[in-house]
């Protein structure tokens, strides 16, 4: 437990030691603010049916900076490792590489979660400045941040699985950019084809992350997304996983 | 220590190391030469637990490398070719991360980052970051960090490659030191270097051991182990036939230099001839300017093992 804590504070260090995560940061606070400027002065301009939360989670420059952030995030993870060639130090000390891949993961997770935590002075300010509830319960606030990291963990996953694949960071972000993308978009096929069967539609259903969001966002917990999105994060760490070792037989 | 038996890597389409087996005992310091390419490296990652070999065994301290490989990593320090390191770390922050990862209990960390900095020489780098840092400085934050768990076997690749001289002096002499009460296994093709420093020598050439002695034997084994160089003036005598008059002379080379002439002799192994040299130059009145024995290198042992069927070989 102790080598998995170490490895763990030193990815998240990592993070901090390069550029790219203030670039991150500052990218994504820049488009996750303009978002919510927009919605509040949208709403200011009309009545709308849902509140201010609601609509910070479910905008398209919310998705759009969404999708983004996954690749710059992961993309370091293993292919740096490879490139510098201190991936060799690394599995020659007594470790294992279940903890190595472990210990990326959930160092992704907590630069993740790090992202988030300013978004939550939104709607504090907005509270403090309007004395008007920015969303209808306290439920949705726990909804649309617990959505956030189901997600966050799936797509995390799929970004560290692309950059254990190659040891060029540029091709990890492309492989992993596309294949979120994909995801992303394989919930809204059952928008646009309209005459696919019901059983596809359901099935393509469970990959709609703006659908979960919606549901979540309104303070409805639905246990099916949970396991959805945990069962797919383990299924994808587990190839992640086994796409790591297989590096000792491709060498 | 180390046992090697029947080892073999084969890569896509060659084969890196075809049927190595060796030991290497408690407190030796094993010295691993080679041309670039004879499968070093090869080697010492199999031992280091980095890679699987293809077929054969490696066991470290009797954990077998694949099948124990945690026991047997963590029983060692290794120094990869290169010393790739985390540029965006500080020297102490590295070196405690390794140890931490490294098992070194928690309270004894500090303790043992504060020496391995001593001991290297790192103390006037300790804030900077590893990326600022020269080639001679990498190398040894790679030592340190090898040194670091107080492994009871250093494994290092090439630890002096790209060092200035008096920097290889002062790794040469730490290894020395540290052969005390480490097992080392180290790889190079500075040959000096092996000389001074290893009570062993495994001469590995495309994948397969040549030699594996020590290096006073290797030494012995080199056919033309004496060389004797004689500086004279001889006057009118025939230089070459007067000494190859002497029992023991093989073959002898001359080059003129104004009123001197500069004799190059082989002399049979074993056998010291100087004293029939000197004697003879005193009986013709020859003036003697130089009159010396060489002393054949592991350089010598080295060319004439991996050279006879690959010219172009340069160590």
């Not at chain 2, 290092?156 to 296994?185: A, S």
């Amino acid at each position: 437990m102790r080598k998995f804590w170490t490895l763990l504070i030193r990815e998240v260090r990592g993070y901090f030691h390069s550029p790219i995560a203030y670039v991150v940061l500052v990218f994504f606070l820049l488009v996750s603010g303009v978002d919510f400027y927009f919605q509040v002065s949208f709403m200011n301009q009309r009545p709308a049916s849902y509140t201010v939360q609601e609509a910070f989670f479910n905008s398209v420059f919310f998705w759009f900076a969404f999708v983004l952030i996954f690749p710059l995030i992961t993309m370091r993870l293993f292919a740096e490792e490879f490139k510098l060639g201190t991936i060799e130090p690394l599995m020659t000390a007594p470790v294992r590489d279940l903890q190595v891949v472990l210990s990326k993961f959930f160092g992704a997770l907590v630069f993740y979660i790090v992202l988030w935590i300013p978004t939550l002075l939104y709607f504090a300010i907005f509270q403090k400045i309007t004395h008007e509830p920015a969303a209808n319960s306290a439920g949705a606030y726990w909804g649309s941040y617990l959505m956030l990291l189901l997600l966050g963990m799936f797509y995390l996953s799929v970004g560290c699985f692309a950059s254990v694949v190659t040891k060029n960071q540029i091709v990890a972000a492309v492989i992993s950019f596309c294949a979120i993308t994909l995801l992303f978009f394989m919930g809204l096929i059952q928008f646009i084809l309209l005459d696919v069967s019901s059983g596809a539609r359901d099935a393509l259903g469970y990959f709609s992350a703006i659908e979960h969001m919606g549901t979540f966002s309104r303070g409805i917990i639905d246990t099916r997304p949970m396991v959805f999105y945990l069962s797919m994060t383990a299924f994808v760490l587990t190839l992640t996983y086994q796409a790591f070792q297989s590096r000792k037989w491709r060498l | 220590m180390i046992k090697v038996e029947n080892l073999t890597k084969r890569y896509a389409g060659q084969t890196a190391i075809r049927d190595l087996s060796f030991e290497v005992g408690q407190g030796e310091i094993m010295g691993f030469l080679g041309p670039n390419g004879a499968g070093k490296t090869t080697t010492m990652r199999i031992l280091a637990g980095f890679m699987p070999a293809t077929s054969g065994r490696a066991s470290i301290a009797g954990f077998d490398v694949f099948e124990q490989s945690l026991q047997a990593r963590s029983r060692l320090g290794y120094m990869p070719e290169n010393v790739p390191l985390y540029n965006d770390m500080r020297v102490t922050e590295y070196l405690d991360y390794r140890a931490a990862l490294k098992g070194v209990p928690h309270r004894r960390v500090a303790e043992r980052v504060g020496d391995v900095k001593e001991l290297c020489g790192l103390h006037e780098v300790e804030r900077k970051l590893i990326g600022n840092l020269s080639k001679g400085y990498r190398q040894r934050v790679g030592l340190a960090d090898a040194l670091v768990s107080e492994p009871d076997l250093l494994i290092l690749d090439e630890p002096t490659i790209g060092l200035d001289p008096n920097q290889i002096r002062q790794v040469r002499e730490l290894i020395k030191n540290l052969g005390k009460q480490h097992t080392i296994l180290l790889s190079t093709h500075i040959l000096p270097e092996v000389e001074m420093t290893c009570s062993r020598v495994i001469i590995i050439h495309k994948g397969r051991i040549q030699a594996c002695d020590t290096p006073e034997n290797l030494l012995g084994q080199i056919r033309q182990a004496g060389r004797v160089v004689v500086e004279a003036k001889t006057g009118k005598d025939d230089g070459v036939e007067e000494l190859k008059k002497i029992s023991g002379v093989r073959e002898v080379t001359t080059k003129p230099e104004g009123d001197w002439e500069t004799f190059s002799m082989r002399v049979e192994s074993g056998l010291d001839v100087r004293e029939e040299i000197f004697k003879l130059a005193a009986a013709r009145k020859w003036t003697l300017r130089e009159l010396s024995q060489q002393r054949a290198t592991l350089e010598d042992v080295f060319v004439e093992i991996t050279h006879s069927d690959h010219p172009e070989i340069s160590i």
